[in-house]
Each structure stands twice: as C-alpha cells, then as structure tokens.
C-alpha cells in the first residue's frame, strides 16, 4: 500500500491502485470491507507500533538519558525513512490517527509517539542531563519538532538521511541543561 502512496501522493492515490500494488482488485477490497480510509489508518497505525518497539531500546539503556534521547530521535528517523510517503501524506492530509482529542486539549499527539518522549525527558530531570519544565507537553514539542521536521526535509527538500539526521538533531541543543 504504500508503494502505491509513493508512486501517487497521499490524496491521490485510490483504492483501485492500493488493490493494485497488493495483487488484489478492488472489488476484493469492498468485499473485505475495507476503504481507503481504513487501509490508511491501519498503515498509520501498524506505524505506530513498529516505533513503540523501536523506542525500547532507548527506554531502557543505562546510559545517560541524553543519550537515550539521541537514541530515540534515530528510532523515529528510522520509522519516518521506513514508512516516508506514508507520513508524509498523513502530515499534509487528516492527520486524526496521530491525535487523540481529550477532555483539556483539543488535539494531542498519541502517546504511542509522545510517551517515550516524556519518559526520557523526567529521566534527564533526575539525571540532570535535560531541562524540561513539562515532561508531557515538552514530549508533544519534540515528537513533532524531531519527526514533522525530519519527514518534511527528506520528502518536500528531498535532502538525503545523512543531511537531514544532524540537521534536526542540532535543534535539540535547547534540552541541554
């Protein structure tokens, strides 16, 4: 499916070229119950998985949790060059299946991307190794700052991993303490 993202565009692309890229038609797909939408959604959030298991490493390595946040920035670079047209589109498209809305704010980030975040920023607080006055809200900063930034320089500049990966990284400077 997200051969078919990449060779069309996020909102260019249809069913009838997702069934495509599968082997399938579409007809196969209606009877299966599935849309555009849902396979979207389903790709976006198999996403979501595969970067909660790749942030374990990070999470808990005994190194510093500077260092740990290092770790879990190149986690999600590796989940963004992975799975690029995808996250591309679902950044200039609906991008719901990345927020849950709550009771007191409209929209935040799911914490399947912000909870490894935050859990590293408190570590750096007791560590004394990263400043953050709100682990939580400071998460949702850096999963969007590190990722939307990362995607949007690969896809839109078209700069290549090895440019892209310091570049962002250098923006981290501000959780030194």
Do not use: K
Request: charged fraction near 20%.
């Amino acid at each position: 499916m997200e051969a078919a993202v990449a060779e069309h565009g996020f909102d260019g692309v249809t069913l009838e070229q997702i069934a495509g890229q599968a082997g399938l038609n579409r007809v196969t797909l209606y009877r299966r119950g599935l849309t555009r939408e849902t396979l979207l959604t389903s790709a976006a959030l198999a996403a979501a998985e595969e970067f909660r298991a790749a942030a374990l490493p990070a999470l808990t390595a005994t190194t510093s949790a500077r260092d740990r946040l290092m770790l879990l920035a190149h986690a999600l670079f590796d989940l963004a060059d992975q799975h690029l047209a995808l996250l591309a589109g679902l950044f200039d498209g609906p991008t719901a299946v990345f927020h849950l809305a709550t009771d007191d704010h409209d929209a935040l980030t799911r914490l399947e991307y912000t909870a490894p975040f935050a859990r590293i920023l408190t570590d750096g607080q007791a560590d004394g190794t990263l400043a953050s006055v709100d682990p939580e809200e400071d998460a949702e900063v850096l999963f969007n700052l590190l990722g939307w930034t990362y995607v949007h320089l690969r896809r839109s500049h078209g700069w290549s991993p090895a440019q892209a990966r310091p570049a962002v990284l250098r923006q981290l400077r501000w959780t030194a303490t």
